[in-house]
């Protein structure tokens, strides 16, 4: 099948992109090798496509790094929260026992003087 410039253009993007049937492939493949022009018109296409692709690959890196970074900050701030729990749990709970065996003492110091 002989394609005109107008058609192969148009073309391009479900070429590149792996979309087009086996036929039209074919057909843009000869297109290609004999209309400078359009091959011209395909290296461009294809040289911005890379850029793009670059680009975005850059952008979702970028924001995967910043999302892991975020996740290392909140993972440690809430492994200091939850020492900080268990210090003053342990501080109170020993306070508590500490007031209760003191208290019964005195009672015993006072029982015995009276
Ligand atoms: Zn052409």
Do not use: W
């Given at each position: 099948?002989?394609?005109?410039?107008?058609?192969?253009?148009?073309?391009?993007?479900?070429?590149?992109?792996?979309?087009?049937?086996?036929?039209?492939?074919?057909?843009?493949?000869?297109?290609?090798?004999?209309?400078?022009?359009?091959?011209?018109?395909?290296?461009?296409y294809d040289s911005i496509n890379d850029i793009k692709t670059k680009r975005q690959r850059a952008c979702t890196s970028s924001?995967?790094?910043?999302?892991?970074?975020?996740?290392?900050?909140?993972?440690?701030?809430?492994?200091?929260?939850?020492?900080?729990?268990?210090?003053?749990?342990?501080?109170?709970?020993?306070?508590?026992?500490?007031?209760?065996?003191?208290?019964?003492?005195?009672?015993?110091?006072?029982?015995?003087?009276?």
């Amino acid at each position: 099948m002989n394609l005109g410039c107008d058609i192969v253009l148009d073309c391009v993007s479900i070429y590149k992109d792996g979309l087009a049937s086996p036929g039209t492939v074919e057909a843009v493949n000869q297109h290609l090798k004999k209309c400078h022009e359009c091959r011209k018109y395909y290296k461009m296409y294809d040289s911005i496509n890379d850029i793009k692709t670059k680009r975005q690959r850059a952008c979702t890196s970028s924001s995967d790094e910043k999302f892991a970074e975020l996740s290392r900050a909140l993972k440690i701030r809430r492994n200091i929260f939850a020492a900080l729990l268990i210090a003053f749990s342990l501080v109170t709970a020993i306070s508590v026992i500490f007031g209760i065996i003191t208290g019964k003492k005195k009672a015993e110091q006072l029982k015995k003087g009276a």
